[in-house]
């Protein structure tokens, strides 16, 4: 643990050093305020750490890294290495008989399983997502746009999946169609090798290089006060002098930090977020019974299976591999936790018939947080979501997955980060202090 004993009040604290808080805290200390990035782990890195599971580097749940997120990141100073999959993939489908069966996606267009109508409908929608003027879509929730635009139950299926996949959510009532069709068209992503945390590790020494302090295992208890004096009261009693806080917790979280609290019309929009959850069942493996499926979707059920060392490396041993199953939770609905592990395992036992013999070790995350914040029509879609700068509280700040207008799970982290960092550096040079209304 790093610690600093100075009296002298920090220009900015940081709380949360996930990859927000490191990528926030690396553009501030590059403009020149010194700043102190607190977490309550171990080491940094929240949820975008890797765990070693036997030979193997882990992550919690399956990590897709999108593409449009290099930009930022290398602004950073980091660089991923790693694959990206083949766009072959299968669609299970439950049958008249109960069964299920996978369809792989080349046959949904050329073989019997799809009437020529909903090819001609699946084909239309396809090609259509990068024509669609998004923004008009803002308000329309994804199933009345999926209702309207789609007469085929099966094809809304197809559409519900390649939907879920991209956006780790399973609430098409809730969820913009228009955030969700522009996230679909950033549809290129990589599997990191070595898993996120070399991420976060190359963060970590961005930070460490542009003079952050960082210290671990201390967890905040309470923000008080405002610009210029604020204070982050820690849960030993200790007491932080600070010019601004920026927070990278969850919504529910930094709202439980404020001292005073805010005012109920300011809370109201943190306390509406709804968060992402999905049941993720992580497995090393000694092999697979059928090595060239690779990657399956369920269609007509909230599910996902992928090889990750099929494309890229996770384990020492080139016979292992690192397998991912997801199953995407309804928010409105309650989940059993072991009802679901028994549905990942029967998914996978339609795919990977004889899996159990390969089993070198297991891990099951029942309600693993993939997102703070659902981007609801009801909000307008990302327009809605909370921006950077707290109203009511001058120099307080906030950044991660829920916050600004721009993108949505580990993109809209990092955009929130420097957007966050730059109304900081801004209300910095124009003097602005005390008076965010320009902001």
């Not at 990590?63 to 980091?78: D, N, Q």
């Not at 679909?184 to 990191?192: D, E, I, R, S």
């Not at 529910?252 to 993720?280: H, I, K």
């Not at 580990?410 to 008076?435: F, R």
Request: aromatic share 6%; with cysteine.
């Amino acid at each position: 643990m790093e610690q600093n004993k100075e009296v002298a009040p920090w220009d900015v604290v940081v709380i949360g050093a996930g990859i927000a808080g490191l990528t926030a805290s690396i553009y501030l200390a590059r403009a020149g305020q010194k700043v102190l990035l607190l977490d309550k782990g171990a080491q940094p890195g929240g949820r975008a750490a890797t765990q070693a599971i036997a030979d193997a580097r882990v992550n919690l749940g399956a990590h897709a890294l999108y593409k449009s997120t290099l930009p930022i990141l290398r602004e950073v100073g980091v660089t991923p290495t790693g694959a990206s999959p083949k766009p072959t993939s299968a669609f299970v489908f439950r049958g008249l008989d109960g069964k299920d069966e996978a369809v792989p996606f080349f046959k949904l267009l050329l073989g019997s399983f799809l009437k020529w109508s909903e090819k001609t409908e699946l084909i239309r929608f396809y090609a259509g997502i990068r024509k669609t003027d998004t923004s008009a879509l803002s308000d329309v929730s994804l199933q009345s746009y999926l209702e309207t635009h789609i007469s085929s139950p099966r094809v809304r299926d197809i559409a519900l999946a390649l939907v879920r996949v991209s956006t780790y959510c399973h609430a098409p009532a809730l969820l913009s169609a228009g955030a969700v069709l522009e996230q679909l068209k950033q549809a290129q992503v990589l599997y990191v090798n070595e898993g996120w945390q070399t991420l976060v590790n190359q963060l970590t020494e961005q930070a460490k290089l542009a003079g952050v302090t960082i210290r671990s295992q201390v967890l905040a208890r309470e923000i008080a006060g405002a610009y210029p004096q604020m204070t982050v009261i820690l849960k030993d009693g200790e007491r932080l002098s600070a010019r601004r806080v920026l927070s990278t917790a969850g919504p529910a979280d930094t709202l439980v930090l404020l001292n005073p609290a805010l005012l109920p019309a300011e809370a109201a929009s943190y306390e509406r977020l709804v968060p992402v959850r999905a049941a993720c069942l992580d497995l090393v493996v000694s092999g697979l019974p059928q090595p060239r499926t690779k990657f399956a979707l369920g269609a007509d059920s909230p599910l996902y299976y992928s090889n990750h060392s099929a494309v890229a490396s996770f384990t020492d041993n080139p016979k292992h591999a690192v397998v991912h199953l997801m199953k995407y939770l309804s928010p409105t609905q309650n989940s059993d936790a072991a009802q679901d592990e028994r549905e990942l395992e029967s998914f996978l036992d339609l795919l990977q018939p004889g899996w159990r013999d390969y089993v070198i070790q297991r891990r099951y995350l029942p309600r693993m947080l993939v997102s703070h914040a659902i981007v609801t029509a009801a909000d307008g879609g990302l327009a809605g979501r909370p921006g950077p700068i707290v109203e009511g509280r001058t120099g307080l700040y906030v950044a991660g997955d829920w916050v600004g207008s721009e993108g949505i799970l580990l993109n809209a982290s990092l955009t929130s980060a420097k957007a966050a960092a730059q109304c900081i550096i801004t209300h910095i040079e124009q003097g602005q202090e005390g008076n965010y209304l320009g902001a």
